[in-house]
């Protein structure tokens, strides 16, 4: 998919009046410890950064690569967390839309639009639209991807230093094969989310 087929909803809904579109994206809502991360960006219309795409298609170098540029061409962005505790307080959807309103809440203009990755949306003061597979199809969420993943990676990186054992520096709390197997020998961290492991631990 190109870069200018990334544009054709912003430039749908700038057809109808709507400039300032903020893209909207989460990271971080299947692993087993750890925040969640939500991105909120505003780019110029029709802005070329070339690679953009879902930041689950790209390479981690890829995503590095991306996110100053991300950072320095945007109008305005903002990243949004929901701890473990809010996760497990809460349920996961709720702390994904607390993160996404956080990130919203961190932008210096206000948006005309905000565009959602998923079928499933936070409610914002302003209108709100959702894309499914939006990371893929626009380029304002493909972004948001990006600085949200980035972002995440990051804190699941500091977090492998603070509680080792568990490989978080390789999978970011992912539920993977030697992250269950370090669950068996450490039992779970601070940064677990509990209820995220009741089945695991047979819990009710």
Same mark, same amino acid.
């Given at each position: 998919?190109?870069?200018?087929?990334?544009?054709?909803?912003?430039?749908?809904?700038?057809? %109808?009046?709507?400039?300032?579109?903020?893209?909207?994206?989460?990271?971080?809502?299947?692993?087993?410890?750890?925040?969640?991360?939500?991105?909120?960006?505003?780019?110029?219309?029709?802005?070329?950064?070339?690679?953009?795409?879902?930041?689950?298609?790209?390479?981690?170098?890829?995503? %590095?690569?991306?996110?100053?540029?991300?950072?320095?061409?945007?109008?305005?962005?903002?990243?949004?967390?929901?701890?473990?505790?809010?996760?497990?307080?809460?349920?996961?959807?709720?702390?994904?839309?607390?993160?996404?309103?956080?990130?919203?809440?961190?932008?210096?203009?206000?948006?005309?639009?905000?565009?959602?990755?998923?079928?499933?949306?936070?409610?914002?003061?302003?209108?709100?639209?959702?894309?499914?597979?939006?990371?893929?199809?626009?380029?304002?969420?493909?972004?948001?991807?990006?600085?949200?993943?980035?972002? %995440?990676?990051?804190?699941?990186?500091?977090?492998?230093?603070?509680?080792?054992?568990?490989?978080?520096?390789?999978?970011?709390?992912?539920?993977?094969?030697?992250?269950?197997?370090?669950?068996?020998?450490?039992?779970?961290?601070?940064?677990?989310?509990?209820?995220?492991?009741?089945?695991?631990?047979?819990?009710?």
């Amino acid at each position: 998919m190109s870069d200018v087929n990334l544009w054709e909803i912003e430039q749908t809904w700038a057809d %109808r009046g709507f400039h300032a579109i903020c893209g909207i994206d989460e990271a971080g809502r299947g692993p087993l410890a750890g925040p969640v991360c939500a991105a909120a960006v505003i780019l110029p219309e029709r802005l070329d950064i070339p690679g953009l795409n879902d930041s689950k298609k790209l390479t981690d170098k890829k995503r %590095r690569e991306l996110f100053p540029i991300i950072e320095e061409q945007a109008i305005a962005f903002g990243l949004g967390w929901a701890s473990q505790e809010e996760i497990d307080e809460i349920n996961i959807l709720q702390a994904t839309f607390l993160a996404m309103s956080r990130a919203v809440e961190q932008l210096k203009i206000r948006p005309d639009l905000a565009l959602v990755d998923g079928n499933r949306a936070p409610a914002l003061d302003l209108p709100v639209e959702t894309v499914v597979q939006g990371d893929s199809l626009s380029a304002s969420i493909a972004a948001a991807s990006v600085l949200a993943k980035v972002s %995440r990676d990051d804190v699941m990186l500091r977090m492998a230093e603070e509680y080792p054992g568990y490989g978080f520096e390789v999978h970011k709390g992912y539920g993977t094969k030697a992250h269950y197997e370090a669950l068996r020998k450490f039992g779970p961290s601070p940064i677990h989310r509990r209820t995220f492991l009741k089945k695991f631990y047979g819990e009710k």
